[in-house]
C-alpha cells in the first residue's frame, strides 16, 4: 500500500499544526462555533450528543497493520475501548475529548494516518471496492488513482468550501462493488477499445434526502485526464451549486435542474480550459504511485490445499464460515477473507481496541501485514493461503470476529443512529440487534441466503438505506421515533432505489416486520432466486399487501 | 491600524469602497445563494434605484460595485483612464458581466471580490478564472468576511490583496499564508502539482 515520502509526512504534520492552532484559538474564544464549524469538520471532528465524534480517513478502505495497532491504541487511552467502522471505510470514535483531538491527530501523523476532509463541505475520502488488486473479475485496479486522487483533493484550494459535501467513488472490476451510481462522482475504470487504461464517468447521484442514481456524463475519458475533468465537474458545481438551502445543495440537484445534457455542456466547455493542464497525470506520476500497488509477493501454491480440504469436510462450523466468509482470489492457493463486524446483538462496525489488535496481527501473520475497510463495515484480509484459513478462523472466532453471516440478513449496514449521532431521527442500532436476535439462526439464515439490511437513523442515510434490498429508514414524527421501510434497493452495476412499502412502524414492531417480507420471500422465490430478485419479479405490492394485511389483523 | 495585506505586508487602504445603498428593507434574495435563479430568471441582485443613488467620491481611487460601473459607465470612464477607478464584484454575480463590461482587464489596477460568508468558496472559483482564464495581472483583493483560516486557500487561488474583517488581527492573519510549504497539486500560484515540482521518489520499502 502506499506509504509517506517527506512531502506527504510534511502536509499532515503541518495540518496538525494548523488545527492545534485552531483548536486553541477556538477554546480562547478566538474563534466563533460557526467559524471553527468548517474547521473542525474538515478534521473530522462532530460535535454529538455525548461527545465529540472523530472520523479518521482510511484512504480508499486499506490500512496496515500498524495503523490498526495505532487505532486500537488510541481507542484505549483516548475513548471508551471500541471505534466505529463507516460506510465509507472510515472509522470514528465517538466518545474523544475536543481538548484531546489536536494530539489523537499527531499521534495519527506518527503511523501515516489522519482525519483530514472526513467531513464538512469538500471532497471526501475517496472509496473503493474492498477487494481491489486481487478480485478475479477486476479489469484494472484503481487504487493508485485513487491515491493520486487523495492528494490531489487534500486541501485542494478552489474546492475548499463547495456547497455541500462531495463523495467520489472508484471502481475497476466487471460487477461494481464501490457503489459508483450513489456518488457525486463515480469513476467506472475499463480498458478501451485500444486495451488501454480509460475512465467511464457519472455524475449526479446520492443517497441522502433526495436518492438519484448519476448519470453518465463522459463515456470515454483517457486516465491521464481525471484531475482536470473532476475540476472542470467541481468548478461548474462549485460556482453555481445552491447554497441556500442545505437540502438541495448536493451536486446531484444541480445536474437535475439542468439536465444532464446542459450539465455536460458546461462541464465540457470548461474543461476545454483545463484539458492538458499541469495537472494532468504523467506516467512518471502513475508509475511512481503504482509501485505502491503492486502483487503482493505471493508463493506459488497450487490451486488446493489437503489440510483445508479435511478440516471442511470433517467440522461443519469452518464449512459455513468459509462459505460465507472466505472469497476468490486471482492468485492461486490464496483467498480474501470477510472478518465480522456483525456479531448478532452488536452494534453493526463496531471493534473494540483487543479485536483491532488482534485484526492487526492476523494481518500481519497471514496477510502481508495490510487489511481493508469495506464499506458493508467489515474488516477485509485480502491474501490469504488456503492452508492459513483455518488458523485464521480459530483465531477470528476466538476474537468474535467469525461470525458466519457475511453477505446474509444480519450482516446489517448500519449507521450509528440516535445513540450516537445528534444529526439522528432515530435509533439505528438497536433496531440491527432486535432483528440480529430475531434471525439468530444460522441455518436459517443461511436458507434466506444473500441479502442485505441497510438501515439509517434519519433522510442523510449514511446506512446507504435507499439501496438495501430492505432499508430501514428512522423518522421523527411528532418528536417519537418511527421507521419506514423500503424494499427492492440494489447497489451494483444494476443499482436500484429501493420503493417505501407504506406507513412507518414502531421500533418494536421492526423484527417482524422483516420477518413478513422474509416469509413471502421464502413462499414466493423460486430456485436460486435471492430475495432482490423476486421483489424485481413479483414487485412490492404481495411484500407489503402480506405486512400491512398482518398489521391491520393484529389491530383488529 | 490598516487591516489590509498586500502580497505579505499589512499596509495601508488607499482604495475607498463604493457600496450600493440599501432602499427600505433589503430583500433577503440578496443574500448568497442563488446564482441557479439568477441565471434561470435574469433577476438581479440589485435594483436600478440603487444604482442611481450609489454615491460616488469625487477624487481619489474609488472601488465600485460591478453593477454602477456597467450603469454609470460613461460617468466614470476618465476616472478609469486615470487609473483611479477598480471594480468589485459579489461571489453570486456573473464573472462574464464583468469581463465584457471592460475592454481590457488589466486596465483596472485592482477587483475586489466580496464575500458575505466566509464559508462561500465560490470566490475560490473566481479569483482562478480572473487569473488563468481572463489573465488578470493586477491587485486581486478578497474583501467583507476575510478570515485568517482561508487565506492560504485565497492565495493559492490568485489572490495577492486581502481585507481581513474588522475585528480580526491581520498581524496574526499573516502567519496563515504559510501555512503548508509543498501542497500537493497544482494551482493559480504554483501551477505545477508536486509531482512536476519535485522529483518524487518511491519511499524505500513499497
Not at chain 1, 499544526?17 to 480562547?28: K, S
Not at chain 2, 460595485?65 to 456573473?94: C, F, K, N
Not at chain 2, 509543498?182 to 518511491?202: E, H, I, L, M, S
Amino acid at each position: 500500500m502506499y506509504k509517506y515520502d517527506e512531502i506527504d509526512q510534511a502536509i499532515v504534520d503541518e495540518r496538525v499544526a494548523q488545527y492545534r492552532d485552531q483548536t486553541r484559538r477556538y477554546l480562547a474564544g478566538e474563534l466563533t462555533d460557526e467559524e471553527f464549524r468548517p474547521l473542525r469538520l474538515q478534521n473530522g471532528l462532530y460535535i454529538q450528543r455525548h461527545a465529540p465524534m472523530l472520523r479518521i480517513a482510511v484512504p480508499y478502505g486499506m490500512l496496515s497493520s500498524r495503523q490498526l495497532h495505532k487505532l486500537g491504541d488510541i481507542a484505549a487511552r483516548y475513548d471508551r475501548g471500541y471505534g466505529h467502522f463507516t460506510t465509507r471505510q472510515n472509522l470514528q470514535f465517538n466518545w474523544v475529548k475536543l481538548a484531546d483531538t489536536p494530539k489523537i491527530l499527531e499521534e495519527l501523523a506518527e503511523v501515516e494516518m489522519h482525519a483530514l476532509q472526513t467531513s464538512g463541505n469538500c471532497i471526501r475520502n475517496i472509496t473503493t471496492d474492498q477487494f481491489a488488486g486481487i478480485a478475479p473479475d477486476e479489469i484494472i485496479d484503481p487504487r493508485a488513482v485513487a491515491e493520486i486522487m487523495r492528494q490531489w483533493s487534500t486541501f485542494h484550494p478552489e474546492f475548499a468550501l463547495l456547497p455541500r459535501k462531495f463523495k467520489i467513488a472508484v471502481s475497476g472490476t466487471k460487477q461494481d462493488r464501490a457503489i459508483v451510481q450513489a456518488h457525486d462522482i463515480g469513476l467506472e475504470f475499463y480498458r478501451d477499445s485500444e486495451n488501454k487504461m480509460a475512465i467511464k464517468v457519472w455524475v449526479g447521484g446520492g443517497l441522502g434526502r433526495t436518492p438519484i442514481l448519476g448519470s453518465v456524463i463522459r463515456e470515454h475519458l483517457e486516465w491521464q485526464h481525471v484531475l482536470t475533468y473532476c475540476e472542470a465537474i467541481i468548478r461548474v458545481y462549485n460556482l453555481h451549486g445552491r447554497r441556500d438551502n442545505a437540502y438541495k445543495a448536493r451536486i446531484k440537484i444541480l445536474v437535475k435542474a439542468l439536465g444532464i445534457d446542459e450539465f455536460r455542456k458546461q462541464v465540457e466547455a470548461e474543461w476545454a480550459y483545463l484539458k492538458d493542464s499541469p495537472n494532468t497525470i504523467t506516467e512518471a506520476e502513475l508509475q511512481r504511485v503504482g509501485q505502491y500497488f503492486t502483487k503482493m509477493p505471493y508463493d506459488t501454491l497450487p490451486a488446493h490445499d489437503a489440510s483445508f480440504d479435511s478440516a471442511i469436510a470433517s467440522n461443519p462450523a469452518f464449512a459455513a464460515w468459509v462459505k460465507r466468509s472466505v472469497h476468490p482470489h486471482q492468485q492461486a492457493g490464496y483467498r480474501a477473507v470477510t472478518l465480522s463486524l456483525k456479531p448478532h446483538g452488536h452494534a453493526p462496525g463496531d471493534a473494540t481496541s483487543e479485536q483491532m489488535h488482534v485484526v492487526a496481527d492476523l494481518a500481519e501473520k497471514y496477510s502481508f501485514g495490510e487489511l481493508r475497510v469495506s464499506h458493508e463495515q467489515n474488516l477485509i484480509l485480502a491474501d490469504v493461503k488456503l492452508s492459513d484459513l483455518f488458523s485464521v478462523w480459530e483465531q477470528a472466532r476466538a476474537a468474535g470476529l467469525a461470525t458466519p453471516n457475511i453477505g446474509l440478513l444480519t450482516d446489517i449496514i448500519c449507521c450509528p443512529g440516535g445513540d450516537f449521532c445528534s444529526l439522528a431521527n432515530a435509533k439505528s442500532i438497536p433496531i440491527a440487534e432486535a432483528i440480529q436476535q430475531q434471525f439468530d439462526n444460522l441455518d436459517y439464515l443461511h436458507d434466506i441466503g444473500d441479502i442485505e439490511l441497510n438501515i439509517s437513523g434519519c433522510m442523510n442515510a449514511c446506512g446507504h438505506h435507499h439501496i438495501g434490498h430492505i432499508g430501514i429508514l428512522g423518522v421523527d414524527k411528532d418528536g417519537s421515533e418511527w421507521y419506514q421501510v423500503t424494499i427492492g434497493g440494489k447497489q451494483g452495476n444494476d443499482a436500484s432505489i429501493g420503493t417505501v412499502i407504506g406507513p412507518s412502524f414502531a421500533a418494536e414492531e421492526m423484527p417482524g416486520v422483516v420477518q413478513r417480507l422474509i416469509d413471502v420471500y421464502l413462499q414466493e422465490r423460486t430456485d436460486e432466486e435471492r430475495f432482490i430478485d423476486t421483489v424485481r419479479r413479483i414487485g412490492v405490492a404481495p411484500f407489503k399487501a402480506h405486512v400491512y394485511a398482518k398489521k391491520e389483523a393484529a389491530h383488529v | 491600524m490598516s487591516n489590509l495585506i498586500v502580497g505579505t505586508t499589512i499596509v495601508d487602504d488607499e482604495w475607498t469602497l463604493v457600496k450600493l445603498p440599501i432602499l427600505g428593507e433589503e430583500t433577503v434574495r440578496k443574500q448568497a445563494g442563488k446564482v441557479v435563479l439568477f441565471k434561470l430568471t435574469g433577476e438581479k441582485s440589485y435594483t436600478e434605484e440603487q444604482i442611481a443613488a450609489t454615491t460616488i467620491p469625487a477624487r481619489g481611487k474609488i472601488l465600485v460595485p460591478l453593477s454602477v460601473w456597467i450603469a454609470r459607465r460613461s460617468e466614470l470612464q476618465a476616472r478609469l483612464a486615470a487609473g483611479d477607478l477598480a471594480i468589485w464584484l459579489d461571489t453570486h454575480e456573473v464573472l462574464a458581466d464583468l469581463i465584457s463590461a471592460v475592454d481590457d482587464i488589466n486596465q483596472l489596477p485592482l477587483i475586489g471580490v466580496h464575500v458575505e460568508r466566509f464559508a462561500d468558496g465560490r470566490i475560490f472559483s473566481i479569483g482562478n478564472l480572473l487569473r488563468t482564464r481572463y489573465g488578470y495581472k493586477n491587485t486581486l483583493r478578497a474583501f467583507g468576511d476575510v478570515l485568517r483560516d482561508q487565506l492560504f486557500f485565497l492565495k493559492r487561488c490568485g489572490f495577492d490583496s486581502y481585507l481581513i474583517r474588522a475585528d480580526r488581527s491581520a498581524e496574526d492573519a499573516l502567519a496563515s499564508l504559510k501555512d503548508f510549504s509543498q501542497p500537493y497539486q497544482g494551482a493559480v500560484d504554483d501551477k505545477q502539482p508536486v509531482w512536476r515540482r519535485v522529483n518524487r521518489q518511491p519511499a524505500s520499502q513499497p
